[in-house]
Structure formats: C-alpha cells, structure tokens
C-alpha cells in the first residue's frame, strides 16, 4: 500500500513539475546600452580633428595588422574598422544588432557639440524605420560652465527630438538622463530648476539621476555593501524617477557576482523605500591601457563578467539595466563586434540569451565586407 501510494504521488506531481520546467522565465527588466556618437574617421572630420578618438595619434591612418595598429586607443578593433559616427550603413547596422540582442534602448551620449547633432538626427532616423528607441545621456549637466545657456540648450534639444516617434518614452513621458552629477556640480535645488524650466518649455519629462556617492559611515564599520549610497538629500528630492550610476570602475572595482551582489541590493532598496526605480549598469569589461599610463582592466572572464553583473541587477530587483558601453572603444567597454574576440558576437548573445530572444547577426555595412 506505501509503494502504491507513493507511486500515486509522484505521478501526481510530475505534471506539475513538468509545467514548471516548461514555464516561461519571467520578463527581464528593460534593457538600454549607452552609445557614443563621436567618432571621425579621416576622409570626412566635422571638427577638424581626423580619426578622433580612434587615435593616440589622429594623423596616422591604420589596419588591424598594419603597422601602427597600436596608435589605436583602444585594446580591440572593432569588427567593421574605424567608422565614422555619421555612416548611415553603420548607424543601421548597429541598430539592427541592439535588436538581436533584446536591447531596448540606446541612451546617446550627448556634450552639445555641433557635430554629433547630425550623427543623433541620422540614429533617429535609423531608429524610426526599425522600430527603435533612443533618449539622451546627458553629461552636459556636471561640465557645464553656464548654467543658463545649458538650461536653454537642453530645452531647446527636447523641443526638437522629445516628441519624435523613436524618442524613448517611460509612462508616456521622453526620457532624460543626467549623467554623474558628482558633488559641487548639480544640487537638488538646481536639478529643481531645472525640471521646472524644461516641463515648463517641453512637458513632463521621466527624469533619470546618476547620482551614487561615498558612504563614509560604511566604511567606518567595514561594510562592503554599503560603500556606496544614494544621498539623503536626493532621495528627498521631489520629481526624480528613477536613480542611477555609469559605471562600477568608476565608484569600486568589483566584477564578480560574489561582490556586486550585496552593493547592488542595497542602491536598489534605497531607490524603492524612497519610491524611485533604480537603473543598474553591467559592464563586459574594462581596458584603457591604450591611453593611460596608470590603466584599469576589468577581466572579461570569456563573457562570465557580463553574466555576473547581469545576475546581479536582477537578484538586486532593478527596473532598469543598462550595458556600459555599446561602443566606448578607448575604454574598451563595448558590446559592438570585435575582430579581436574569437567570437564577435560574443557579447551580444550573452544579452540575447539573457533577453530571451534568438540572435541573428544582420549582414555587416556595405563597406565592410
């Protein structure tokens, strides 16, 4: 009668098990990278200033294996060569990657400078016709000398592009994110200004705040996990959607599972006890030996760096995960194809396998092949 009872139970569970392996994981959060739209190539420099900032040295014309290969500042080459950020095959192709991958968003590095408003007028048009998103990364707020013309400047962008069909919009509202508002640069009491100035010009906005600072509390009673926090008075502060931070290297060097996990839990629970989402970056690695005398190099572990982090913001309860970088090529950063990589895609099917959708490569620019 046992053996027969326990028989019955487990053929009573086994559907049930069954169901539950076939289940489907639940949704990853959104997935943005950030992308960087300044690079020139030789044969058509918008700012005087050819290869920049392909080079250590912006005169000298290179290949992957000819002879001044180390003139470039950056320790991989890019699987398509040193591209010009206004080369509409390469603006395409690159949108049509992000898709396979499962990347929802790139956030476009934004300095203001001239020659990038026709390189984010081109990747809005590329987005459009693939059903892509864009929003602006702004790091104008933490350099700007003129705190009136910046607030102009930024109206003036979001009346342009804030309401164009591939801006990227969070509860109806365009998306804008201030980058590392480092202390001395942006109070809350300006970044109240400056809400009220823009949504007075442009509308509601959906605000995003790279704000994380030194918890010297923390490091007075050895705890690891609170190195880093959300200030007090930003968590105060009225209007903000979600917080956020650029980088890891930039604030402790940890790339493992083991040492993000406990600093990522807890930025994300002072987000939500204030009532804000929390945006958390994963980074696939990190070289900038190519331009600095005194380099960091994040390990990429054969892609085992990128799992961690990405395991890390989803155990953390981010809303938000955002890769740094798409295509920061002097830090080495990047997600973009790499010649050096046995695999080039290497790094996107990662996200794709994290995301949860199958990655095709799309076929390279013309001038590529």
Known sequence: MRRAALLA???????????????????????FAVYYIWYETGDKPANGKPWRPWLKDEK?????????????????????????????EVADWHIRLAQSAGIDAFLVSWFGESRMASSFELLL???????????????LAQFQPDWDRYKA?????????????????????????????????????????????????CGPMYWILDKIAHNHEAVQRNDPDQIKHIPAE????????????????????????EKLAGKYAYMARLAHQA???MLLPVHPGHNNSRFNPTPYVMDRRDGQTLRDYLQAAVDARADY?????????????????????????????????????????????????
């Open 153 to 201: 400047e930024l109206v003036a962008f979001l009346k342009k592009h804030a309401r164009h069909p591939a801006y990227l919009t969070i509860d109806g509202r365009p998306v804008v994110y201030l980058y590392q508002t480092a202390p001395g640069r942006l109070t809350p009491a300006q970044f109240t200004e400056l809400k009220a100035q823009v949504e007075g010009a």
């Open 321 to 369: 995960v955002m890769v740094t970088s798409w295509n920061e090529w002097p830090e080495t950063t990047v997600v973009e194809p790499s010649s050096t990589w046995p695999d080039p895609y290497q790094y996107l099917k990662i996200l794709a396998e994290w995301k949860g959708v199958p990655f095709v490569a799309p076929p390279l620019p013309q001038a590529a092949k």
């Open 9 to 31: 139970a487990l053929l009573l569970a086994f559907p049930a098990a069954l169901r539950a392996a076939d289940a489907p994981k639940p949704a990853r959060p959104p997935l």
């Open 125 to 139: 048009e590329k987005a459009q016709k693939r059903g892509f998103k864009l929003a602006r990364f702004d790091e």
């Open 275 to 277: 009532g804000k989402k």
């Open 234 to 257: 930003w968590l105060q502060t009225p209007g903000i959607d979600s917080f956020a931070f650029y980088s890891t290297f930039s604030h402790f060097r940890e790339s493992t599972y």
């Open 60 to 88: 000298t014309p290179v290949g992957p294996n000819g002879p001044n290969a180390d003139q470039i500042a950056s320790a991989a080459w890019p699987l398509v060569g040193l591209y010009n950020s206004r080369d509409p």
